[in-house]
């Protein structure tokens, strides 16, 4: 959101929305009266420098990545999945 805002968009978090925070879902942001749904899960994959042995060594790890989806249905919509 502060970097949104820093741009000039018009950006206020939903408050109501709901959510499920075990699918990664970290809440709603409406940026210019668009909501994005905000998904925060370890998908990217990093280099893990350690140097606790007296050494640097790397290796590869999962690290967390955040991104926004936009919202597509209205509340209570059900798309027609039909043919």
């Avoid at 290796?59 to 936009?70: Q, V």
Wanted: proline letters at 6%.
């Amino acid at each position: 959101m502060h970097l949104a805002d820093k741009a000039g968009w018009q950006v206020s978090a939903f408050r109501t929305a709901r959510w499920d925070t075990h699918a990664g879902n970290c809440g709603v942001v409406e940026v210019e009266g668009l909501r994005y749904r905000i998904r925060l899960t370890p998908r990217v994959r990093t280099t893990l420098v350690d140097d606790a042995g007296g050494w640097v060594s790397k290796r590869p790890a999962f690290s967390h990545a955040a991104w926004t989806e936009p919202v597509l249905e209205p509340d209570g919509f059900v798309p027609y999945l039909g043919g």
